[in-house]
Each structure stands twice: as C-alpha cells, then as structure tokens.
C-alpha cells in the first residue's frame, strides 16, 4: 500500500514538474538591450483576454502569440514605438497600460487634475466661509438674547 501511495505521489510530482517546465519559455537574445527591450515591452502590453495582466506574466494563447510577436519584431529590428503601434493596429487600444494622449482620450488624461483643481476651490470657499462666519459681529437681538440668558444663569 505505502509503494503505491509512494508511486502515484512520485507521478503527480512529476506531472506537477512537467507543466512547470512546460510553461517556461526561453527567447534566445545575444544583445542585452535587446532582452531588456523585450521585457520592458510585454511588461507595457496588456494581454487582450486577461483582467488587466500583462503579456509577460499571462499564461493565455494570445498572450504567447503577443510575446513571440513581439520577439520577432525586435529580432526584425523594430523599434519600440513600431512594436506598440502594431500591437494597438491588431489588438486595439486596450493592450496599452498607459493610452495614448489623442482627442477621444483627453478627458481620461484630464480629469484626475480637473478633480483636483475642483477640490482645492471647494476646500478654499469652504475655509473662507467659515471664516467669515466665526468673525461676523452678533446683531442688536442676538445680543439681547445672550445678554438675557447671561442674566439669568447668574442669578440662577
């Protein structure tokens, strides 16, 4: 019994092991800029299937087409903005982390800073209006009122 149990946990390590090895990919580079270039790239690219991964770490088909897209046209000397625009010609805006600055994306670029500036105004009319408040002197019945309440809780 123990050689049997002993048997198939030594299988499914092996199995275990082999999906391991299996999902490694190696990219032969003989210039180290280049491999750094690589893996800048599919580090900037977002796979197309996955919720927000990048192609580097993605283990999708489309993710390994996109990783060996784009070591092809690194070993086809591509530069990296060549590389980017056919990635965005195949797969769409999507697959850029950070989108291009055009006319249909403006407001996604603006409004982290139109939302600051609003919210430095309202802080600023808020603080100004609380210290117009604190300042304003008391009218002739406010302070009778005070005075009158002053009285009675001396004699009280």
């Given at each position: 019994?123990?050689?049997?149990?002993?048997?198939?946990?030594?299988?499914?390590?092996?199995?275990?092991?082999?999906?391991?090895?299996?999902?490694?990919?190696?990219?032969?580079?003989?210039?180290?800029?280049?491999?750094?270039?690589?893996?800048?790239?599919?580090?900037?690219?977002?796979?197309?299937?996955?919720?927000?991964?990048?192609?580097?770490?993605?283990?999708?088909?489309?993710?390994?087409?996109?990783?060996e897209?784009?070591?092809?046209?690194?070993?086809?000397?591509r530069?990296?903005?060549?590389?980017r625009?056919?990635?965005?010609?195949?797969?769409?805006?999507?697959?850029?982390?950070?989108?291009?600055?055009?006319?249909?994306?403006?407001?996604?670029?603006?409004?982290?800073?139109?939302?600051?500036?609003?919210?430095?105004?309202?802080?600023?009319?808020?603080?100004?209006?609380?210290?117009?408040?604190?300042?304003?002197?008391?009218?002739?019945?406010?302070?009778?009122?005070?005075?009158?309440?002053?009285?009675?809780?001396?004699?009280?």
């Open positions: 019994m123990a050689v049997i149990r002993r048997g198939l946990a030594l299988l499914a390590l092996l199995l275990v092991v082999g999906l391991v090895l299996g999902a490694v990919e190696v990219r032969e580079f003989d210039d180290p800029v280049l491999e750094q270039r690589y893996r800048d790239l599919t580090a900037s690219l977002r796979c197309p299937k996955c919720e927000n991964q990048a192609i580097d770490d993605s283990n999708s088909p489309v993710a390994a087409d996109m990783r897209r784009v070591y092809t046209l690194l070993q086809d000397g530069s990296d903005i060549e590389i625009n056919h990635m965005v010609n195949r797969f769409g805006d999507y697959v850029l982390y950070n989108p291009r600055l055009e006319g249909r994306t403006w407001l996604l670029w603006g409004l982290p800073g139109a939302l600051v500036v609003v919210g430095g105004v309202v802080v600023m009319l808020i603080v100004r209006s609380r210290r117009q408040a604190s300042v304003r002197q008391l009218s002739a019945d406010e302070r009778a009122r005070l005075d009158a309440l002053i009285k009675r809780e001396r004699t009280e």
